[in-house]
Structures are given as C-alpha cells and as structure tokens.
T-cell receptor, first 110, second 114 residues
Framework: QQPVQSPQAVILREGEDAVINCSSS?????VHWYRQKHGEAPVFLMI?????EQKGHDKISASFNEKKQQSSLYLTASQLSYSGTYFC???????????FGAGTRLTVKP | DTAVSQTPKYLVTQMGNDKSIKCEQN?????MYWYKQDSKKFLKIMFS???????INETVPNRFSPKSPDKAHLNLHINSLELGDSAVYFC?????????????FGPGTRLTVL
C-alpha cells in the first residue's frame, strides 16, 4: 500500500526545475505532499483530491492524473529554501491511514 | 504558541525500560496520530485516534500503546524497549479524519535505545 516515489534524490542549481513522482498500484482517495527539512518536522504543501486536478502556490505545484494513481510535484525556478526531503502521502478509499512514500531528497545549490 | 508540541525532544534509555512520550495540540483538532521515522527517513504511521476510534497499524508491536486523557493529548507508551525502537517519533493532528485535511506535525522525539 506504500506509494512509490521517484527519483530518490535530485541535485539542482538555483533556478532549475524538478519533478517528483508518486505512484500507486490502486486508485487513491487523496494525495498529500509534505516537505521535511533536516532535523525538522514534515510541513504540509498541498492535497489533491480529484482526478485531473492541478494546484499550486508560488512556484510549487502538483497534479493528480485522471486515474488517480499518480501524482507529480513540480518545483520551478528552484530556490535554496526548496532543499529538503519531499514525501507524498496517499490515502485509499477504504482506509483512513496515510501511507508515505520513501521520500525524495532535493538539494538546491547556489 | 506551538500548535503541536511533544516532550521530551530527546530520550536516551536502556533496552528493557518502559518510557512515555507526550503530545499536545492546541488546534482544537479531532484526530491525532503517531508516526515513526527510522534512520532511512521512512515515515510510517503507527496509530490514528479520535475521541471515538483508535486505529492501530497492524505492524506495530503491542509493546506500543497510545493513551489519550482528553481530545488535546495523545501520549505514547512503550514497554520493554528494544534496539530497533530507536527512531524519531512524530505526533500529528488534523481537523477531521485527515482524509481531506492537512496534518500538523510536532517537532519530533528522538528516541535512542542503548
């Protein structure tokens, strides 16, 4: 039931773009995206509920595909503050427990 | 004011001991959670709890037990600690079931079992 995240790690220069993917073998009720900086707690970014949905704020956005089995997180014109580990959390229709992917470690260098 | 707080921040103890971690949220949320994050950063839910229902992840040993004296608190008791229990434990809360709401995480408790 754990979603599969890719890539495991990515290194960017400031201003570059990145895409993080989150996939499930089953249709999902919702997808949640969190960012965790080293030594800190995960912080909520956004939630997607509807197939085909896209949402975002600033230069971080996400999409949820029509079949509701894959979500992607888009980081554009990356900033140093974007560094951290990004987790997708997924919920199935018949379960209230969030299952997190293994995380994607994003490093943005000057 | 801290939305979700945990104590202690660090906990070092010997194998076989019993310990507790406290969690409090002042957000008025209905649901609280405990997560375990291991050394590889894998974040795994242990329990979710509201005032009506406790849901236990089936892989959690029964040495772990959540206790909620009231809606704002969810403490974690661990009996007979083992080396493999070493991890960072996060408490979290959400307004409703967490299916459509964001979860607010506490700062974490780093447990080291020697």
């Amino acid at each position: 039931q754990q979603p599969v995240q890719s890539p495991q790690a990515v290194i960017l220069r400031e201003g570059e773009d990145a895409v993080i993917n989150c996939s499930s073998s089953k249709a999902l009720y919702s997808v949640h995206w969190y960012r965790q900086k080293h030594g800190e707690a995960p912080v909520f970014l956004m939630i997607l509920l509807k197939g085909g949905e896209q949402k975002g704020h600033d230069k971080i956005s996400a999409s949820f595909n029509e079949k509701k089995q894959q979500s992607s997180l888009y980081l554009t014109a990356s900033q140093l503050s974007y560094s951290g580990t990004y987790f997708c959390g997924t919920l199935l229709y018949n379960n209230n427990d969030m299952r997190f992917g293994a995380g994607t470690r994003l490093t943005v260098k000057p | 004011d801290t939305a979700v707080s945990q104590t202690p921040k660090y906990l070092v103890t010997q194998m076989g001991n019993d310990k507790s971690i406290k969690c409090e949220q002042n957000l008025g949320h209905d649901t609280m959670y405990w997560y375990k994050q291991d050394s590889k950063k894998f974040l795994k839910i242990m329990f979710s709890y509201n005032n009506k229902e406790l849901i236990i992840n089936e892989t959690v040993p029964n040495r772990f037990s959540p206790k909620s004296p009231d809606k704002a608190h969810l403490n974690l008791h661990i009996n007979s600690l083992e080396l493999g229990d070493s991890a960072v434990y996060f408490c979290a809360s959400s307004h409703l079931s967490g299916r459509v709401d964001e979860q607010f995480f506490g700062p974490g408790t780093r447990l080291t079992v020697l």
